[in-house]
């Protein structure tokens, strides 16, 4: 394997808005000093950091870290949110620009429906087709109007969005313009939703250009199966692990990228920890090292 990527992290890690009360929130200046602590060579950016790219910047560079991507939900389903979505994302697109980062991560922002059935999503809870062209429609557009600032769009896949299964991120594929829309991957939310990875790596390889890095506990995965628990619960129990410990085939994931001669970032993605979020961010980066040399 001679994988040539580069390592981050991501806010989310040690303050995640999707659990409230689950912890205290990590002071942006602490959190920072812990990712560059844990050996990680970037990070995403969170919504709480600076708007000032100069600041960032040296926040940042300060550390040793490098800017990685940015993180945009959005609801394309509806044709009349497009505009504000397109603003929305070729502002963020923008300022990654300013900061030298030229991919921007989108993804659907779900609704509480499809967080109260992720995991085990039933057919006719899928877009209707009148949904799916807006949302391919909305993506391409928002790649038209990113390329002109140097940044590429990757959809995200994610669990309790409406598209979350393979068979859903299969549709949006067929829908959008490879040469436009690539892909974050991210491996725990495909596995979340019943998918296999490996399988994905090998339908769209050419297009995956970033990569959330989790592992499963296929435990916890079973019994929100078993007893219809949403997104929000699974996070609470602990639904993504350290790594090592869960059910992600991280060789063969490893050697498909490699195939893919796959160079960008890989951003380990916890989301929530039983361990500090340092003792969990420290765990997985020495687990990459040793086990992979990355």
Partial sequence: MSLNVSVGTAPINWNNVDVPGYRPPTPYEQMLDEMAQAGYEGTEIGRDFPTDPNKLLDDLARRGLRPASQYCPTNLRVRGNH???????????????????????????????????????????????????????????????????????????????????????DKLMSLTDPYKIG??????????????????????????????????????????????????????????????????????????LDEHNYSGWIIVEQDTTKLSPLESARHNRQFLRENFGI
């Fill in 83 to 169: 505009a504000a979505d397109i603003e929305l994302v070729t502002r963020t697109a923008k300022f990654l620009s300013s900061i030298g980062v030229d991919v921007v991560v989108v993804a659907d922002s779900g609704s509480p429906e499809r967080w109260a059935m992720a995991g085990h999503v039933p057919d006719d809870a899928e877009m209707s087709e009148d949904e799916w062209l807006s949302m391919a429609e909305g993506l391409n557009k928002i790649a038209d109007a990113c390329t002109q600032l140097g940044v590429k769009v990757a959809f995200h896949n994610h669990a309790g969005t409406y598209v979350e299964t393979e068979r859903e991120l």
């Fill in 183 to 256: 892909l974050c991957l991210d491996v725990g939310h495909l596995l979340y939703g019943g998918g296999d990875v490996l399988d994905v790596c090998k339908k769209y390889g050419d297009r995956i250009i970033y990569v959330h890095l989790k592992d499963v506990d296929m435990g916890v995965l079973d019994k929100c199966k078993q007893e219809n628990l949403g997104f929000r619960e699974a996070l609470y129990m602990g639904i993504f692990t350290e790594f090592g410990k869960g059910g992600l085939d991280f060789r063969g994931f490893f050697n498909a």
